[in-house]
């Protein structure tokens, strides 16, 4: 089966923030993303709420639940207190905990597995407890991928951030691409599975697919929005899903 596609909508959500207005609307574009294809939709609330706010959630929860049941909701963020309860309160499929201070522009780094199983450990514990799968943010390499496996987590995130800022140097480009294949080769012989997500667009996505055949999902939002203002949504997510593998 081709990996799937998660829409961001963090982009979306950062336009609307820029004015005291209800548009463009967070759950509007999350329907029109659903309704062309989508798999599910992802969504980053930050503390500050300068993205997707909190608010945001139980409109987006309530989406899939009658509109698109076989969807899925994949909530992103770092794992303090405030953010385990909105989750527990939202109940998405799928929770991406991520190692960023509040301050970061941008999700661009993944966790020191080594360094934080033993915090990271509990609160896989409680969110699968939750019924949530649980996909850990990842740097592309495989230090620290045992523990990851370890501290229970159903799946890791490589962050594709490098491998897409080489978009006009085609040697570095291919040897990021490398690299996380060979991180996911790894991932996969460890029993996890594997998502990626940042900055892939159109253009690199069918190399990524082709390296990684049994990549699960990607998450995208800012690629996927810019092209949005250019195509529409719907036709937007058409491309993408094409990117991806499917007919």
């Given at each position: 089966?081709?990996?799937?596609?998660?829409?961001?909508?963090?982009?979306?959500?950062m336009?609307?923030?820029?004015?005291?207005?209800?548009?463009?609307?967070v759950?509007g574009?999350?329907?029109?993303?659903?309704?062309a294809?989508?798999?599910?939709?992802?969504?980053?609330?930050?503390?500050?709420?300068?993205?997707?706010r909190?608010s945001d959630?139980?409109?987006?929860?309530?989406?899939i639940?009658?509109?698109?049941?076989?969807?899925?909701f994949?909530?992103?963020?770092?794992?303090?207190?405030?953010?385990l309860?909105?989750?527990?309160?939202?109940q998405?499929?799928?929770?991406?905990?991520?190692?960023?201070?509040?301050?970061?522009?941008?999700?661009?780094?993944?966790?020191?597995?080594?360094?934080?199983?033993?915090?990271?450990?509990?609160?896989?514990?409680?969110?699968?407890?939750?019924?949530?799968?649980?996909?850990?943010?990842?740097?592309p390499?495989?230090?620290?991928?045992?523990?990851?496996?370890?501290?229970?987590?159903?799946?890791?995130e490589?962050?594709?951030?490098?491998?897409?800022?080489?978009?006009?140097?085609?040697?570095?480009?291919?040897?990021?691409?490398?690299?996380?294949?060979?991180?996911a080769?790894?991932?996969?012989?460890?029993?996890?599975?594997?998502?990626?997500?940042?900055?892939?667009?159109v253009?690199?996505?069918?190399?990524?697919?082709?390296?990684?055949?049994?990549?699960?999902?990607?998450?995208?939002?800012?690629?996927?929005?810019?092209?949005?203002?250019?195509?529409?949504?719907?036709?937007?997510?058409?491309?993408?899903?094409?990117?991806?593998g499917?007919?």
């Amino acid at each position: 089966m081709p990996v799937k596609l998660s829409v961001n909508l963090n982009a979306v959500a950062m336009l609307r923030n820029r004015r005291d207005l209800p548009w463009p609307s967070v759950t509007g574009l999350g329907r029109i993303a659903l309704a062309a294809g989508a798999h599910g939709l992802t969504v980053h609330p930050r503390p500050d709420q300068r993205h997707t706010r909190n608010s945001d959630l139980p409109e987006l929860r309530a989406l899939i639940d009658d509109e698109f049941p076989q969807a899925e909701f994949n909530i992103e963020g770092y794992p303090n207190e405030d953010f385990l309860q909105l989750v527990e309160k939202n109940q998405p499929e799928q929770v991406t905990l991520v190692p960023d201070d509040p301050a970061q522009a941008t999700s661009d780094h993944g966790w020191n597995f080594i360094e934080h199983s033993a915090f990271l450990t509990p609160i896989v514990r409680r969110l699968k407890r939750e019924g949530a799968r649980v996909s850990l943010f990842a740097n592309p390499e495989t230090e620290g991928l045992s523990a990851a496996r370890d501290t229970g987590a159903d799946r890791v995130e490589f962050y594709t951030g490098p491998y897409a800022s080489y978009h006009s140097d085609p040697d570095r480009m291919a040897a990021e691409l490398e690299k996380l294949g060979k991180a996911a080769d790894a991932a996969f012989a460890l029993g996890l599975d594997v998502n990626a997500g940042h900055d892939l667009v159109v253009a690199n996505l069918p190399a990524l697919v082709k390296r990684i055949p049994r990549l699960a999902e990607v998450s995208i939002g800012h690629g996927l929005t810019a092209d949005a203002l250019e195509f529409g949504m719907a036709a937007t997510v058409r491309r993408f899903l094409k990117a991806c593998g499917w007919p």
